[in-house]
């Protein structure tokens, strides 16, 4: 049934592609509730935990095991509906997904079908450039995650050519809440960068809300992306591809545009798309054909005999929605107020992942100027050359307060400072251990600077006469003379009136 | 009339994995017919006021607090397991992607 495909794929280059044709796309979000227990069994949700260390019958589909609803999972998705301005079903009842898989032990997912718990929902996505694009929310329902297959055998640890797999259930039983757009249409050439504000927007929204820590590298968050192209926006939609399991903000971006070129190419040279699944390679960023659809894809839902339906109360919906805290949108309003930051800045720093460190490096006792310079300036070009996120660097915000701290109080100058941020992300401890163990801290005996002065003048006499002649500009050199001899341990300003003290003249 | 052909049978037999002889094709095709038209003389005597029933017992919301238990014990997961390998349930080669 799987079908793959050799050798290259056509692609058109992606802005003739986006000239030529219109796309349309839609994503479904999965994120995983970070409850304390499964969806339906009290077996505990634990991250990186040995093999199978965290089931019980119920996750495992042992026969006669019974599921009970995590009634803390139903809020979060109640939550989650109503920050995506959902309309919170009155009734809704859970319904079987019958397919054979491994990682599905009881060869069904129990999941919502004909009756979500939230529908009819928007979100406002607002785009680098700070344009707000309305991306409106089918539905979102309640359902369990699968366990984790391994292949062995075979050169890659993929599934072609693997001998046998190995099944691991901790993460069978999960709570999931999967999020489903209605065809996203109008974002011709912007697309990709759409998409990925999307689910950028979506992660955002689950950590305001608590209901998932949202890392997008442990897989709480994963995307299946759809996408079509037609001749034109009045025309009839075209066949779509559904790309799985997309994990990344920029993969999302990257496989949009892929897929568009790739399909740019098909229906140019007159060809036609085949709905299939597709997947995606992060190393290569190509999408190659998974499964066709066909007869297996006949879930033969049908209602959950062992649940009881679920209708939350008006009222209970209401206490969620009051106790809903402010959403990402507007937080950074509020922020930009505060730190009387300019719209470019702030939209760097939103788009850096550097909004949260800012707000907590403030709260450590650093200005928003002071605080957005490190995480923006020496962090964030660290961080260029890692693949990682700013939140990922061994530093916390506590001790970017804590070396601007030692740079307000003089202790250290920007220079010093530099080396010392080097020192904590080189786990050498905390800022003050760092300049206590590598002997950092400006000089400010002010006997040791007048003697370094004093070589200093005596090295370029004629600036001292000109100085004295009314050229003050001139004190620089004998400025940087005194930081060399310090090898720059010394306090710039403090040096600078010092010389002029010593010369006699007005600063 | 005859609502479910042998065919339907056999399709979604293929697709539950249940391995049907001939004759009972023959045999289910009626007597799931029998039982389609019974809940279909069920849907014309009950008005548009009654709504449809997926429960028997009139209860909603039966929720569970978010507590862990202890897992069971890995010995005891794997027990039943026709093979295994470092804690985990062996299965022979899946041929499909999911």
Not at chain 1, 61 to 81: C, D, F, H, M, S
Not at chain 1, 166 to 177: F, Q, S
Not at chain 1, 251 to 258: K, L, M
Request: glycine content about 8%; proline content about 6%; charged content about 25%.
């Amino acid at each position: 049934m799987s079908i793959s495909t050799h050798g290259p794929i056509d692609l058109i280059d992606y802005d003739e592609a986006v000239a030529r044709f219109d796309p349309v796309f839609g994503i479904e979000v999965h994120v995983e509730l970070g409850t304390k227990t499964k969806m339906f069994d009290s077996a505990p949700q634990v991250f990186g935990a040995e093999p199978n260390t965290a089931v019980s019958p119920t996750s495992l589909g042992l026969p006669g095991a019974l599921p009970v609803v995590n009634g803390t999972a139903v809020e979060y998705a109640i939550r989650i509906g109503l920050a995506l301005n959902c309309t919170i079903a009155e009734t809704c009842r859970f319904a079987r997904k019958n397919y054979f898989y491994p990682d599905v032990p009881k060869n069904f997912q129990t999941s919502q079908f004909d009756e979500p718990i939230a529908f009819d929902g928007y979100l406002d996505v607002e785009l680098e450039d700070g344009t707000i694009f309305r991306v409106e929310i089918e539905r979102a329902h309640m359902e369990e995650d699968a366990g984790k297959n391994t292949h062995v055998g075979g050169a890659t640890g993929r599934i072609q050519g693997a001998e046998y797999s190995l099944v691991d259930y901790n993460r069978a039983g999960i709570p999931l809440v999967e999020i489903v757009t209605r065809p996203i249409e109008g974002g011709g050439a912007r697309t990709p960068e759409i998409a990925r504000a999307y689910v950028r927007s979506l992660r955002d929204i689950f950590r305001a809300l608590e209901v998932s820590e949202a890392r997008m590298e442990r897989g709480n968050v994963r995307a299946d992306v759809n996408l079509s192209l037609r001749a034109t926006p009045e025309s009839p939609l075209g066949t779509r591809s559904e790309t799985k399991n997309v994990n990344s903000f920029r993969s999302v971006e990257r496989a949009i545009r892929f897929e568009v070129s790739r399909q740019a190419a098909l229906l140019a040279a007159g060809g036609v798309v085949v709905q299939e699944t597709r997947h995606w390679h992060e190393d290569t960023g190509t999408t190659t054909a998974g499964r066709i659809k066909s007869d297996a894809d006949d879930y033969r839902y049908f209602p959950e005999p062992d649940l009881l339906p679920i209708a939350p109360s008006r009222e209970w919906v209401e206490e969620i929605r009051a106790g809903l805290p402010e959403m990402p949108v507007a937080r950074r309003n509020r922020l930009q107020g505060d730190w009387a930051f300019a719209d470019a800045e702030m939209r760097d720093v939103v788009n850096a992942g550097a909004l949260d460190l800012i707000e907590a490096t403030v709260a450590a006792g650093a200005s928003p100027a002071s605080a957005r310079k490190w995480w923006m300036g020496e962090l964030a070009r660290v961080v260029k050359t890692t693949d990682g996120e700013l939140e990922d660097l061994p530093i916390t915000p506590v001790q970017v307060a804590d070396l601007q701290g030692l740079v307000d109080s003089g202790a250290l100058n920007d220079k010093l400072a530099k080396q010392v941020l080097e020192g904590v992300l080189a786990g050498e401890g905390s800022p003050q251990e760092v300049v206590t163990a590598r002997g950092l801290g400006v000089v400010s005996d002010d006997g040791a600077l007048l003697a370094a002065i004093d070589e200093a003048l005596a090295a370029q006499p004629d600036v001292a006469e000109k100085i004295r002649g009314g050229k003050i500009a001139a004190v620089g050199s004998v400025v940087g003379g005194v930081m060399k001899a310090t090898r720059g341990q010394a306090d710039a300003g403090r040096v600078r009136a010092l010389i002029l003290e010593k010369l006699g003249v007005e600063g | 009339m005859s609502t479910i052909s042998r065919d339907e049978v056999a399709r979604v037999a293929g697709l539950a994995r249940i391995d049907l002889t001939s004759d009972e094709l023959d045999r289910l095709a009626g007597e799931l017919d029998v039982i389609v038209q019974s809940v279909a003389r069920i849907s014309e005597v009950a008005t548009a006021d009654v709504p449809a029933t997926s429960h028997p017992l009139p209860m909603f919301n039966v929720f569970r607090a978010d507590v862990p238990e202890p897992s069971l014990p890995v010995a005891d997961v794997l027990a039943g397991a026709p093979a295994s390998e470092e804690g985990r349930f062996m299965v022979p080669q899946i041929l499909e992607e999911d």
